[in-house]
């Protein structure tokens, strides 16, 4: 059972535009949920996290959403860059568990 | 900090032999983790271990796998033996303890080992 759900698997956008990815999950026992970014041959590393007592957490171009009642959260990467053309994972944990991963998003910007 | 450290980068083997993939945990991280990546599955979690203890193997796909950590700075994943359908890159990570009563750390992760078994 895919307890993290997340779309789209790959994403294509123009410079400069808006990239969006969303995740879903059913584990309300979750209160961490971050975002982990992927270059080429290199180990996810993170990128911004949230706890489910805010509605937005917002680093530069990077916002995650976070609706509690829907039991979603999304990344929001504004002013899309070529070198924001990574893989973008995003995961949640609670308690004392280890964090749960979607399966990914291959996000591909062009200029 | 030199942060995780996995070793080798690169493994070819062909089926049937072992294959031993080595991590160095963070200092001071008290959490490591085994993860597989593939792009048919994603990030799977093998194995992680709290204190040099392994607290959940559910993950590990078949008694060919094992891992152990002998102390805090060393940990072995081992396919014995190794099938083609092992082919993936793997991960090791590390955390430091979640303080009490605050958010959780960050799970750093090492550069992976991309194993082909031939």
């Known amino acids: 059972q895919q307890q993290v759900k997340q779309s789209p698997q790959s994403l294509i956008v123009q410079k400069g535009g808006i990239s969006i990815i969303n995740c879903a999950y059913e584990n309300t026992a979750f209160d961490y949920f971050p975002w982990y970014q992927q270059f080429p041959g290199k180990g996810p590393a993170l990128l911004i996290a949230i706890r489910p007592d805010v509605s937005e957490k917002k680093e530069g171009r990077f916002t995650i959403s976070f609706n509690k009642s829907a039991k979603q959260f999304s990344l929001h990467i504004m002013d899309s860059q070529p070198g924001d053309s990574a893989t973008y994972f995003c995961a949640a944990r609670g308690g004392n568990t280890p964090l749960v991963f979607g399966k990914g998003t291959r996000l591909s910007v062009i200029a | ?118």
Request: proline residues 8%; contains cysteine.
């Open chain 2, 1 to 118: 900090d030199a942060g995780v450290i996995q070793s080798p980068r690169h493994e070819v083997t062909e089926m049937g032999q072992e294959v031993t993939l080595r991590c160095k945990p963070i200092s001071g991280h008290n959490s490591l983790f085994w993860y597989r990546q593939t792009m048919m599955r994603g990030l799977e979690l093998l194995i992680y271990f709290n204190n040099n203890v392994p607290i959940d193997d559910s993950g590990m796909p078949e008694d060919r796998f094992s891992a152990k950590m002998p102390n805090a700075s060393f940990s072995t994943l081992k396919i014995q033996p190794s099938e083609p359908r092992d082919s993936a890159v793997y991960f090791c990570a590390s955390s430091s303890p979640k303080p009490q009563g605050g958010s959780y750390n960050e799970q750093f992760f090492g550069p992976g080992t991309r194993l082909t078994v031939l």
